[in-house]
């Protein structure tokens, strides 16, 4: 009994050397992977989802998909802070952040783009017809144009409206949860088993002129590792920027982590950074949403109030995420 209990020791132990299990999997009892699954930031993700899942459940490609599903909010100008119908910067003009990312590391990202109502499809426009992976300002607008987008006025009337009452005191003043710099962060896990992401939005209302966020840099507002998970964040941008919050999320995964430890584990990481700079978490949040190749998912913010959607076969939901400091403020 001695012998073959050593024996089978030595067959899994050579397994694991020989990478065939997985480290996400490890310690975990084999189950049906949930799919397909798309997950997205805030409440607007219900109606993105809808238009996600249209792609999904037919068969589609989660590119496809997340490129769907946030170019809905990207066109609706109630969203106030992505797309059309966003914040203005200090300036009063829309500049637009977007980047995509598909599961062959495929990557294209536009920052500070203006005049373009779907900066989503412009990056990934970016990914697939140029030797590049972003562009910016007036090239990314040419690039743009060169490409069949048409220019619009994206400043709606209520927004002119915030901005020259904002223009009165020119208080740069960010308060959590609202909505001057949320993002719409997708990621979805297709028929195939693949995965592909977007992120899309206006930006902080009221930034300095050329301010780009996490939203368009991939590995921060974004990551997709096709034989790991995916990740997306929303809220400060500054602050995931420094800790490359959606890789660090991804590869808290790679080492083990299910989802939602993954996401606890980079707010934390956030949150001692912050501390670190002698800095208060008063005006930081930041959101994280997860989803690794089984189609399980997790999400986690530092103030409550950050809510995401899901949907899969037992339909479309709006989860409220726990979080780090468990009221507002």
């Known amino acids: ?20 299990i997985p480290k996400w ?8 992977v949930n799919k397909p699954v798309v997950l997205s930031t805030w409440d607007f993700g219900l109606k993105a989802n ?6 999904l459940v ?42 995509i990312m598909d599961e062959y590391a495929g990557i294209g990202s536009v920052a500070a783009l ?8 412009v990056a990934r426009a970016v990914m697939e017809k140029t030797p590049h992976v972003m562009l910016v300002g007036d090239g990314a607008l040419q690039f743009a144009k060169e490409q069949g987008f048409p220019e619009e006025n994206l400043l709606i009337t209520e927004s002119e409206k915030e901005w020259k009452e904002w223009l009165k005191t020119a208080k740069y003043e960010p308060v959590v949860n609202i909505e001057n710099h949320d993002t719409i962060g997708m990621i979805a896990l297709d028929s195939n088993g693949n995965l592909s992401g977007a992120c899309t939005t206006s930006g902080m209302a009221f930034k300095m002129h050329g301010r780009v966020g996490d939203s368009p840099i991939i590995g921060s507002g974004l990551y997709v590792d096709n034989e790991i998970g995916a990740a997306t964040a929303t809220g400060h941008g500054e602050e995931v920027i420094r800790t490359v919050g959606s890789h660090l999320v991804v590869e808290l995964m790679r080492q083990g982590h299910a989802p939602q430890a993954a996401c606890e584990e980079a707010v934390k990481r956030i949150v ?58």
């Open 272 to 329: 001692k950074f912050t501390h670190n700079r002698k800095k208060t978490l008063d005006n930081i949040q930041v959101g994280f949403i997860a989803l690794n190749k089984r189609g399980e998912y997790g999400a986690y913010c530092i103030h409550g109030g950050f809510n995401y959607a899901k949907y899969d076969f037992k339909g479309n939901e709006l989860i409220v995420s726990n979080s780090y400091l468990k009221t507002d403020g």
């Open 58 to 99: 037919s068969g589609g490609r989660a590119l496809d998909a997340v490129e769907q599903g946030v170019r809905l909010t990207e066109a609706d100008p109630t969203e106030r802070s992505v797309g059309y119908g966003g914040r203005p910067d200090r300036d009063g003009k829309v500049t637009l952040d977007a980047c």
């Open 50 to 55: 809808v238009a996600a899942w249209e792609v």
């Open 25 to 32: 999997s490890k310690g975990m009892p084999l189950q049906k």
């Open 1 to 20: 009994m001695d012998s073959r209990r050593r024996f089978l020791q030595k067959i899994s132990l050579g397994s694991l050397a020989l990478g065939l």
């Open 114 to 121: 203006e005049h373009i109502k779907h900066p989503i499809s």
